[in-house]
């Protein structure tokens, strides 16, 4: 046998044992025989370099070679889960998709792993890249570190499709968590906070060999491609897992809410044996077809929630109150604790909300109070233990009424909750929260700057608004704490840039309140340009779609500062795109201006929210229902037999989705 045929036969031999060991359970061979192979291979490796392999079980142990990541573009975005805690926000959910689609369906039912999530792409059966979720549009490129995650395949067998995408959650079991922690405190280092941090933090080292010695495990939930084997989720799931996949075993295919709710409530409870941590059920729509026909939101899709169990709750001592103020002028609350474990974290700090809620609970500094974790960063209080009120109890707590920052009388709008400081343009924590929202990935995507930055730069006095940033020079930031030369000229460089983005978005980073991204675009498709928007009257604002009296009066408010008019001013002669260009009006017509359309059914040549971009583009207003006011009906497969019938009664035009394509051509 020659060498190059022996390292091949090791390399398949250590594949097969390290599937059977970490994603069977079921070892054909001892510990010591294995590491003796292992052992073999690497020794015939490093005597016989031509005949490297990236994939070989060898790469398994790491390498103390730092490497800096570099950012990977994701193929299909990594959106996040809409959360819910209810059995009525389940049913909600339930009853959303049954009339979506107007047809059978199954819902997959599977656990919520609480890790770092990643996404794999193979490639003719062999891992090519590990990319984190990251912003969800790119990630970090952790190749290198997940290689030695020993649960996830290096090279597939089986009959796989030559290229797809799997993703999944990287984790540390409460065992290897425990026992790390145990390391650390005898190094006397901080300990991590629960197993997801650990998790999180260990994928980011830049020695993959102590990424190797952590242990981390993975369990992978969804496929993605062009040529998986089937529609169903759940059946491609299973396929995987003949691949050389770990697939977590705790997935049911349910078809009713109640057969959904006996899997949450058992697992509920049997969660707690499990060797991972988890914090929920995730449910998802089977069926990839009728995935693709429900569609996205701006954050996370419409066929898959994740429910979220019950939150733990913990009594502990409210020290002090402090207040925070955000970029809009809100003025949040927060209670400062004595330090009390909840939910695999220390809590220190949690929020009140506003005054109102202060006034409901009836504080007292020194009082014993209640903490819940729910879907919040920040905990929050949810009541007192008045009957453990005593000598310890101090004054009641009341709400401030002037700027924790500026000294500025704080106001409350009628109908809202929260008290606001009205000096939006001296204000510190609103100007940097301005400029940290303007540099935003949504807004003007200004890499290298974050809220640190922001804070330094502000200190220094080298920026004191959105337009400073057009003014700063790479020497002036060059040799500022950890900022080198390459860092500050990459800086510049991404501001200059942000000149090309498009006008809608420049209307979302002025952060006006209340104008989103969705309301940005209504405003970028209804003005020429900044100019124009900055002397519209109410009446005009009020006419366009989506912009109703409280968006209209703050549009107002915003240009009738003379501050603001001179930062419009500045940001146009930096050279920002504050007008329509000739691009932006050759993606829209006006072939459906002034129709009201339904959308209805089961979609072939395109998705729901790819439908209504192009009824939006061409002019046409999307409307949920039908009325005499509806100008037609698109209407996909299964179109639903309430609306169907509505629409004949009323004499509504009813186009397919051939007929509509050809109406928009």
Not at 20 to 33: G, Q, R, T
Not at 260 to 281: H, Q
Not at 592 to 604: Q, R, W, Y
């Amino acid at each position: 046998m020659d060498i190059k045929q022996k390292i091949e036969e090791l390399r398949a031999e250590l594949h097969r044992h390290n599937y059977n060991y970490y994603v069977l359970n079921a070892p054909e061979i001892s510990d010591k025989e294995f590491d003796d192979k292992m052992r073999e291979l690497q020794d015939l490796e490093e005597a016989h370099p031509e005949f490297k392999d990236d994939n070989s079980p060898t790469m398994r142990v790491g390498s103390d070679i730092n490497k800096n990541f570099t950012q990977i573009a994701h193929k299909y975005p990594m959106l996040s889960l809409a959360n819910t805690y209810s059995e009525a926000e389940v049913t909600d959910f339930y009853e959303r998709v049954r009339k979506a689609l107007n047809e059978e369906f199954e819902i997959c039912c599977e656990m919520k792993y609480d890790g770092t999530s990643i996404s794999l792409t193979y490639e003719d059966g062999k891992l090519i890249r590990a990319v984190t979720r990251g912003d969800g549009e790119k990630g970090d490129d952790v190749t290198d570190n997940v290689k030695t995650i020993r649960s996830i395949p290096l090279v597939l067998h089986g009959d796989y499709p030559p290229s797809f995408e799997i993703r999944g959650e990287i984790l540390m079991p409460w065992t290897v968590f425990e026992e790390l922690n145990k390391e650390r405190e005898a190094r006397e280092e901080p300990l991590f906070a629960n197993p997801r941090n650990a998790a999180s933090g260990t994928l980011k080292l830049q020695n993959s060999a102590v990424v190797a010695s952590r242990k981390l495990d993975s369990y992978l939930y969804y496929l993605l491609g062009e040529n998986l084997p089937h529609d169903g989720h759940y059946e491609n799931l299973q396929e995987a897992s003949k691949w050389g996949f770990k697939v977590s075993p705790i997935m049911r295919k349910c078809k009713t809410p109640q057969e959904i709710f006996d899997f949450i409530n058992y697992w509920d409870v049997e969660r707690k044996n499990l060797p991972v941590a988890t914090d929920g059920i995730v449910l998802k729509v089977n069926s990839l077809r009728q995935q693709k026909n429900l569609g996205f939101t701006a954050k996370s899709p419409r066929w898959a929630i994740a429910y979220k169990f019950q939150a733990e709750r913990a009594l502990t001592r409210l020290n002090k109150v402090s207040y925070q103020v955000g970029r809009t002028g809100a003025v949040t609350p927060v209670a400062n604790l004595d330090p009390v474990q909840l939910s695999g974290t220390v809590v220190k700090r949690a929020s009140l909300h506003n005054a109102d809620i202060i006034e409901g609970l009836d504080l007292h500094i020194g009082d014993m109070v209640y903490v819940e974790k729910g879907g919040e960063i920040i905990p929050k209080i949810t009541g007192v233990d008045k009957e453990a009120r005593g000598f310890m109890s101090g004054e009641k707590v009341k709400f401030i009424t002037h700027c924790p920052e500026c000294g500025s009388k704080l106001i409350r709008y009628e109908g809202e909750a929260a008290h606001y400081c009205p000096n939006e343009t001296a204000c510190p924590p609103q100007i940097k929260g301005k400029i940290e929202h303007f540099i935003s990935r949504r807004a003007m995507n200004i890499d290298g700057l974050g809220p640190e930055t922001v804070d330094l730069f502000y200190r220094l006095g080298l920026i004191h608004d959105t337009a400073d940033l057009y003014e700063l020079k790479a020497d002036q930031i060059n040799g500022l704490d950890r900022m080198g030369e390459k860092s500050a000229e990459n800086i510049v460089s991404s501001i200059q840039e942000s000149k090309n983005v498009p006008f809608e978005r420049v209307i979302f980073a002025l952060g006006i309140r209340f104008v989103g991204e969705t309301v940005a675009k209504k405003i970028a498709r209804a003005f020429e340009n900044i100019d124009e928007l900055k002397e519209a009257s109410f009446e005009r604002l009020t006419s366009i779609d989506e912009i109703g009296e409280k968006i209209a009066r703050s549009i107002l408010s915003y240009f009738s500062n003379e501050s603001n008019r001179r930062l419009i001013e500045r940001l146009k002669e930096s050279g920002l795109q504050l007008r329509r260009t000739e691009q932006d009006r050759s993606e829209y017509t006006d072939k459906l201006a002034g129709k009201s359309i339904v959308i209805s059914g089961v979609f072939t040549h395109h998705s729901r929210d790819e439908y209504k971009e192009l009824i939006e583009k061409n002019g046409g207003k999307n409307v949920g229902s039908i009325s005499s006011k509806t100008s037609f009906v698109l209407a996909g497969e299964n179109m639903g037999p309430a609306k169907l019938e509505k629409a004949r009664k009323l004499g509504i035009t009813i186009l397919s989705e051939d007929e509509f394509l050809k109406l928009i051509s």
